[in-house]
């Protein structure tokens, strides 16, 4: 017997007040196919412990597209960069994206990940979503960085949840266009945590344009997004070989 797959909340509300964004209904049907394909999926392949309704739309939904509020706000950023491409590198369940390819379709939307079963089951399931607007890699971020097909090809890198700060740099910033961007999601940020990053910025070409704080709605957890602009040509050292960022962080 299937299990029956709870619905999603809609909470316009919150997403309107929060995010100055709300999904189409279109949308919210897609982000509840993506919710119950998830928690289907997570039998076979381990993608998300966070599988209750409330906690996948505040944890997986509301984070991911988080980082899009700067593109929402009534007067941009004159930083804002314009995005055609964009790369989500070690997207383990398809996070952050999935959800900006389904808020954002007229973006590329590239899915990264080192684990062939989850970039497979990815794939099955945005064919099942009918999304048009993504492909797949499956792969260490390491080598695509070094990749000509992919190395300074894309506009936007995200990077959520994959280790450092730095390390999540030198994975990004090589695949960036310059004037491309990476937005980094992170917990806790601290001065302290700042100031070291500064220097592993300044090697890859980086600068931090904003740092942009939130609390989840629902249970008021912190985030911060950080949002750097690739300045100058990353050097052909970097990334590092396999293993190295995430080892011995710059």
């Not at 919210?28 to 998830?38: E, I, K, S, T």
């Not at 904003?210 to 050292?237: F, M, N, S």
Request: hydrophobic share 40%.
């Amino acid at each position: 017997m299937t299990e029956t797959v709870a619905t999603l909340p809609g909470n316009d509300k919150i997403w309107q007040e929060t995010l100055q964004w709300q999904p189409s209904e279109a949308q919210q049907a897609l982000f509840d196919q993506l919710y119950r394909g998830v928690v289907e999926g997570n039998r076979q392949v381990n993608l998300t412990r966070i599988t209750e309704p409330d906690e996948f739309w505040e944890k997986h939904l509301w984070d991911s597209l988080s980082a899009l509020a700067p593109w929402y706000e009534p007067e941009k950023p004159d930083w804002l960069p314009t995005v055609k491409r964009i790369i989500d590198i070690g997207t383990g369940g398809g996070f952050p994206g999935v959800p900006v390819a389904i808020a954002r379709p007229r973006w590329q939307v590239t899915l990264l990940d080192s684990t062939r079963k989850k970039i497979a089951f990815l794939q099955t399931l945005c064919e099942q979503l009918g999304l048009t607007n993504t492909a797949f890699l499956t792969e260490r971020a390491e080598t695509v960085g070094r990749d000509p097909h992919h190395r300074a090809q894309y506009d936007l890198a995200m990077v959520r949840a994959v280790g450092p700060a730095s390390t999540c740099a030198e994975y990004a910033l090589p695949l960036l266009k310059k004037s491309g961007f990476a937005v980094l999601f992170r917990g806790q940020w601290t001065a302290e945590e700042e100031e070291l990053f500064m220097g592993a910025l300044d090697t890859l070409g980086g600068e931090l344009v904003a740092i942009c704080p939130w609390e989840t709605p629902l249970t008021q957890g912190l985030r911060h997004c950080l949002y750097i602009k690739k300045v100058e040509k990353t050097d052909k050292d970097f990334p590092r070989q396999v293993g190295m960022p995430a080892k011995q962080p710059l």
